[in-house]
């Protein structure tokens, strides 16, 4: 959506017209909900954090500058709750992520799918014991597919800082999964 179209609707929105702002939660409720399913690894959690990000972001919609995009505005509160809930819960928990994970296609060997499944598990693991500041840089950068400006922006750091978090979180991810494959060799 661009910015002109966010910003007639939350004139609306602002203007007393409150069905508005379903377009602007139809529109980025998906990228929403992918951030905390990946922040938290939880279907439950997600969806709650979901819903809690755009009832603070309909709440707080008066104080939102004109002339700023919504999207990070509203990717910061997202953030924000998640990472106020991932203090309260004080460690990433493990999820059966069977319900998240694309079905393979049914033409490619079974050793292949069986291999890829593990490597995404292993990603993913290995995702959720990188620090926090990082996890979500790389996510936002990489999971959600945003520019370094716009996860700069989300993140309320300079794109310089975004870079080097992003940098260091895949880095950290290398040589995490560079030991998770030596312990799987000696298994």
């Known amino acids: 959506m661009d910015q002109d179209r966010e910003n007639e609707i939350i004139r609306r929105v602002k203007g007393g017209d409150r069905e508005a702002f379903s377009l ?27 819903q809690d990000t755009f009832l603070k972001a309909y709440v707080s919609l008066w104080f939102f500058e004109e002339g700023r995009r919504f ?11 998640i990472r106020n809930h991932l203090k309260r819960q004080r460690r990433f928990r493990q999820t059966d992520y069977r319900d998240f994970t694309h079905i393979p296609d049914l033409a490619q060997g079974a050793e292949e799918r ?20 990082l996890r979500e840089a790389v996510l936002l950068r990489y999971g959600q597919g945003l520019t370094f400006e716009q996860a700069a ?6 794109i310089g800082a975004t870079k080097m978090r992003v940098l260091r979180g895949l880095e950290q991810m290398r040589r995490l999964m560079e ?5 799987e060799g000696k298994q």
């Open 179 to 183: 030991e998770s494959s030596r312990a």
């Open 114 to 133: 069986i291999a890829r499944h593990q490597e995404a598990a292993m990603m993913r693991s290995n995702l959720a014991r990188l620090p926090l500041s």
């Open 71 to 81: 999207f990070p505005w509203l990717y910061t509160i997202a953030l924000n709750l």
């Open 24 to 50: 602007l939660v139809e529109e980025y409720k998906a990228p929403v909900f992918n951030l905390a399913i990946q922040m938290t690894g939880r279907y439950e959690d997600a969806d709650d954090l979901a």
């Open 153 to 158: 922006d989300v993140l309320g750091i300079s």
